[in-house]
Nanobody
Framework: QVQLVESGGGLVQPGGSLRLSCAAS????????MAWYRQGLGLKRESAAM???????NYAASVKGRFTISRGKSNNTVYLQMNSLKPEDTAVYYC???????????WGKGTLVTVSS
């Protein structure tokens, strides 16, 4: 079992930056990959960025070049650096841990990011 706690959300103006953090605790050695998903009001939850245990990253086309996912030195923290934010980036951002062997996902409770002037 893994617990995920997000932090760093808030209100930012268009063009601004924000960094989200996700702290994982529990059976973190079993995690295959970690990801950030987001869900805008009235929209489906979508993947924004993912990083595997080997360090491979991939990004949604809508955030590529603006967002960067990374891991902390202890491997129990994942960050999402968000630059050049747009109003359409407004969403609740969820941290996700993937366990491919067990075909299971764990989710955090989410943190709200609002991009508005």
């Amino acid at each position: 079992q893994v617990q995920l706690v997000e932090s760093g959300g808030g209100l930012v103006q268009p063009g601004g930056s924000l960094r989200l953090s996700c702290a994982a605790s529990g059976s973190i050695a079993s995690i295959s990959a970690m990801a950030w998903y987001r869900q805008g009001l009235g929209l489906k939850r979508e993947s924004a960025a993912m990083i595997t245990s080997g360090g491979t990253t991939n990004y949604a086309a809508s955030v590529k070049g603006r967002f960067t996912i990374s891991r902390g030195k202890s491997n129990n923290t994942v960050y999402l650096q968000m630059n050049s934010l747009k109003p359409e980036d407004t969403a609740v951002y969820y941290c996700n841990a993937k366990f491919w062997r067990e075909n299971m996902d764990c989710w955090g409770k989410g943190t709200l990011v609002t991009v508005s002037s």
